[in-house]
T-cell receptor, first 107, second 115 residues
Framework: GIQVEQSPPDLILQEGANSTLRCNFS?????LQWFHQNPWGQLINLFY???GTKQNGRLSATTVATERYSLLYISSSQTTDSGVYFC?????????FGTGTRLQVFP | DAGVIQSPRHEVTEMGQEVTLRCKPI?????LFWYRQTMMRGLELLIY????????DSGMPEDRFSAKMPNASFSTLKIQPSEPRDSAVYFC?????????????FGPGTRLTVT
């Protein structure tokens, strides 16, 4: 089955710093989503991005489907960005989740 | 839309008791998924429905688990009898339309603790 790997596993930042999270997947996909799991456990949709680049405020994402990776950029990080970031690819109809990147942002 | 609604948000029960988790999907979404999240196994799909019909329950861990979707507005996941290893966060997610090109949206989850 499709393997999804995320890096780094843990990231500690000071408020205001920028970061890049990476997601590698082992096979071609036509659906990739990024989620933020906040400290209360809720899974928040960030991006649906099977290819190309999207931006939403301080967050942006790029997927290069031909090279089987996706990147999530967080600029000017805030303490509210803390939590776990998951990428998930669809092996229809199942979403296959990566193991996540745990981000901690300190003031 | 209020999004995917799950209840209860937290459930603490004793081993051997029956547990019922509930989900109200986003209106108009015809796919509904039940996932479980644990530290050891991460997020894994248990079962999914399309138009209220169970399509694939191969992820259901054992016969103690059952799921129903009696109508387009409601689904339940039942564990009977519950065991401590069932402790996890259970998510319901829904998707509008067929095929891989649609987003899945997750409910807030039910945190289950079995003592």
């Amino acid at each position: 089955g499709i393997q999804v790997e995320q890096s780094p596993p843990d990231l500690i930042l000071q408020e205001g710093a920028n970061s890049t999270l990476r997601c590698n997947f082992s096979d071609s996909v036509n659906n990739l989503q990024w989620f933020h799991q906040n400290p209360w456990g809720q899974l928040i949709n960030l991006f649906y991005i099977p290819s190309g680049t999207k931006q939403n405020g301080r967050l942006s994402a790029t997927t290069v489907a031909t090279e089987r990776y996706s990147l999530l950029y967080i600029s000017s990080s805030q303490t509210t960005d803390s939590g776990v970031y998951f990428c998930a690819v669809m092996n229809y109809p199942k979403l296959i989740f990566g193991t996540g990147t745990r981000l901690q942002v300190f003031p | 839309d209020a999004g995917v609604i799950q209840s209860p948000r937290h459930e603490v029960t004793e081993m051997g008791q029956e547990v019922t988790l509930r989900c109200k999907p986003i209106s108009g979404h015809d796919y509904l998924f039940w996932y479980r999240q644990t530290m050891m196994r991460g997020l894994e799909l248990l079962i999914y429905f399309n138009n209220n019909v169970p399509i694939d329950d191969s992820g259901m861990p054992e016969d103690r688990f059952s799921a129903k979707m009696p109508n387009a507005s409601f689904s339940t996941l039942k564990i009977q009898p519950s065991e401590p290893r069932d402790s996890a966060v259970y998510f319901c997610a829904t998707q509008g339309g067929r095929g891989p090109s649609y987003e899945q949206y997750f409910g807030p989850g039910t945190r289950l603790t079995v003592t």
